[in-house]
């Protein structure tokens, strides 16, 4: 199986340093529109701290905090934003599909936005909704990215979606203002939408990843298949011919639909991306579009 590291060559991390993160709430009417700060025009007035990185302006560090704390703290002001970043990938079963696979796809975007908010100062947090409880995983240092890339590499996808547990402990631990990405097949979907919309009610920015096969989109195949379930192991027996197609793709309209309008009604924004997808150009501009990334 291809690594989720295996991207992220020199190219592609000086390619990064190109972008901002660009998340912004949606409006009730599903329109992007301008993230909620505390900004108040040029304003210099004290609103925050948060820890120091390397490459930070030394001028910003708050000596007084340093000498009551012992910590090194940034200084910042009304003016600006600093809305942490949170990831939560499904780890689910349904997701060890495809080439590369949708997991790995959706590990590989979920870092390219890590790395773009930790070159921009920005705290980030990754949740992994396995069967298996894990710790999350918190970056905040430029050059931290290969430590979620070693996690992410030694995982494999298994068993039935827990991503409503994982979406439940986000809800309860950490701030609430926060930008929230989920990455995912959304095969989950009745469980994992109260929780989606209880997290945007709360005040989090939520974005909803939906990484899907080409296989699943474009079916090519045609013939007799025992086909098993990836997370019940149940087999069935399925003609692919062109009514059954027909049928397939049907679905797969109504199951876009379906998302498109809860995401709409429950003011998350939506971005659907391929798991066949290179890593590139292509891939930002996708995400640029997403108003994930400008």
């Known amino acids: 199986m291809a690594k989720v590291s295996e991207a992220f060559t020199g190219k592609l991390l000086e390619a990064l340093n190109r972008f ?16 909620r700060s505390k900004r108040r025009g040029q ?32 200084r910042l002001y009304a003016a600006e934003e600093a809305l942490p970043l949170e990831i939560i990938i499904d780890l689910s079963a349904s997701m060890d599909f495809g080439e590369p696979t949708k997991y790995v796809q959706a590990a ?10 930790l070159l921009k100062g920005t705290p980030t ?45 986000s809800a309860l631990a950490g701030p609430r203002r926060k930008a929230l990405v989920v990455l995912t097949d959304g095969y989950d979907r009745d469980a994992i939408r109260p929780t989606l919309r209880a997290l945007r009610a709360a005040g989090t920015e939520v974005n909803l990843v939906l990484v899907l096969a080409p296989e699943e989109t474009d079916p090519q195949e045609r013939g007799e298949f025992t086909y098993i379930d990836s997370e019940t192991g149940k087999e069935s027996v399925l003609s692919l011919d062109g009514r059954a197609l027909k049928t397939y793709m049907g679905m797969l309209t109504g199951y876009r639909a379906e998302w498109t309008d809860f995401c709409r009604s429950s003011g998350i924004a939506m971005l659907e991306l391929s798991s066949g997808t290179p890593i590139d150009a292509g891939l930002f501009k996708q995400l640029a579009d997403g108003g994930l990334i400008a």
């Open 20 to 35: 901002d993160l660009n998340i912004k709430a949606v409006t009730s009417s599903g329109e992007r529109g301008e993230r």
């Open 125 to 169: 947090r990754w949740r992994i909704a396995s069967a298996k409880p894990l710790e999350p995983v918190v970056l905040r240092g430029r050059g931290e990215l290969p430590k979620i890339l070693g996690v992410l590499d030694e995982l494999v996808p298994e068993g039935t979606g827990v991503l409503a547990d994982a979406l439940k402990r």
């Open 108 to 117: 590989r975007i979920g870092c390219c936005l890590t790395q773009i908010a």
């Open 43 to 74: 304003s210099v007035e004290y609103a925050d701290h948060r820890e120091y990185t390397y490459g930070d302006d030394l001028r910003r560090l708050d000596w007084h905090a340093y000498a009551r704390l012992e910590q090194m703290l940034i």
